[in-house]
């Protein structure tokens, strides 16, 4: 399935701003099962200097530096992407939890296509105990770790409800555990304490989910929105398998991915920093278009810079 993706940002300042510093991870990442075909970023007000660089997990980090007074910034990136991912099948046949927690401790692929990365306790996805035993529920030993997740993933989506004004970006996974309300981080952030804590390699995953309207009703511009979803090293046979708890699907050919990290500080799309005073309001428009709706989506103003496919 190709998809044209437009995320757009939009920082709106009390007072203005002389100076802003900010890293954009925006660019969806080609893989085995995912291809880039275009990319475009455009930033208003014009940066003065841009710089690019690969991160630590595979990602185009593309740091812009502005240095004239603004009271509105506004970023957009523009994407075409061919989502190409395998049925997951035979969940029965993975690996038991015992092997999969073996092999990702015998590993010696260091890098970020491996398991070392993702088996330990960050500051935002730390070690909590109760939702250890709640995930232990699902993945007893000699059971296969697929077939076991992916029932873990059920029970999220169904002991837990999806409550926007419940959390927030301080809250931990163990607060979410315990109200059981949240959206798509806490349920991500859950899920992977549980497999961490059972000695598994799991990996925070930002991207776009597509979304079709109720029978009848229009699409609307602006209306989709990012997305957070938990991926699972299974053995170097099988590789990463995505779980997205919020749903309780398999991630497959809806799902679009930015990129992946150990947990969501490691894969914000944008942060940075600013000079200025006063509040300021985001507001953030996603849309996610499939082929057979619509050509690619181009910069709604003049773009400062594009490239092609970017690993």
């Known amino acids: 399935m190709i998809y044209a993706v437009r995320h757009r940002t939009t920082y709106s300042y009390d007072n203005e701003a ?35 660089r690969t991160g630590p997990f595979g990602e185009r980090a593309i ?18 992407v061919d989502v190409h991912a395998a049925a997951v099948e035979h969940p029965a046949d993975s690996p038991t939890l015992e092997t999969l927690r073996a092999m990702s401790l015998g590993s010696e692929d260091m890098g970020f296509e491996g398991p070392a990365a993702f088996l330990y306790p960050t500051n935002r996805t730390p070690l909590t105990p109760a939702i250890t035993d709640y995930a232990r529920l699902s993945l007893k030993p000699g059971r296969p770790v697929i077939e076991a ?29 315990a109200a059981r309300h949240g959206v798509c981080q806490d349920f991500t952030n859950i899920m992977i304490c549980g497999l961490r804590g059972l000695g598994l390699p799991a990996a925070y995953v930002t991207g776009y989910l597509r979304t079709v309207p109720p029978a009848g009703k229009p699409r ?46 490691d894969t914000a799309p944008i942060e940075g920093v600013l000079l200025g005073s006063g509040e300021q309001a985001l507001k953030v428009e996603v849309d996610v278009i499939p082929q057979d709706d619509a050509t690619v ?3 709604s103003f003049a773009p400062r810079s594009a490239s092609g496919p970017r690993g």
Do not use: K
Request: hydrophobic share 35%; glycine share 6%.
């Open 63 to 80: 740091t812009m530096v502005i240095e004239e007074g603004h009271d509105t910034l506004v970023v957009e990136a523009n994407s075409q």
């Open 149 to 177: 997740a992916a029932e873990l993933m059920g029970r999220i989506r169904a002991d837990f409800t999806y409550d926007p004004e419940a959390t927030n970006n301080a809250t931990t996974p163990g607060q979410a555990f």
């Open 297 to 299: 989506l181009r910069p």
């Open 220 to 265: 609307l511009e602006g209306s989709d929105a990012s997305h957070a979803w938990v991926r699972l090293w299974c053995g170097p046979e099988r590789g990463w398998i995505g779980f997205d708890p919020t749903n309780n699907l398999y991630v497959q050919n809806d799902h679009i991915t930015l990129m992946a990290g150990r947990d969501s500080s």
């Open 18 to 52: 002389p100076f802003a510093r900010c890293v954009l991870r925006l660019t969806p990442q080609s893989s085995p099962v995912q291809t880039l075909e275009y990319f475009a970023v455009t930033v208003l007000p014009q940066p003065s200097r841009t710089d690019e």
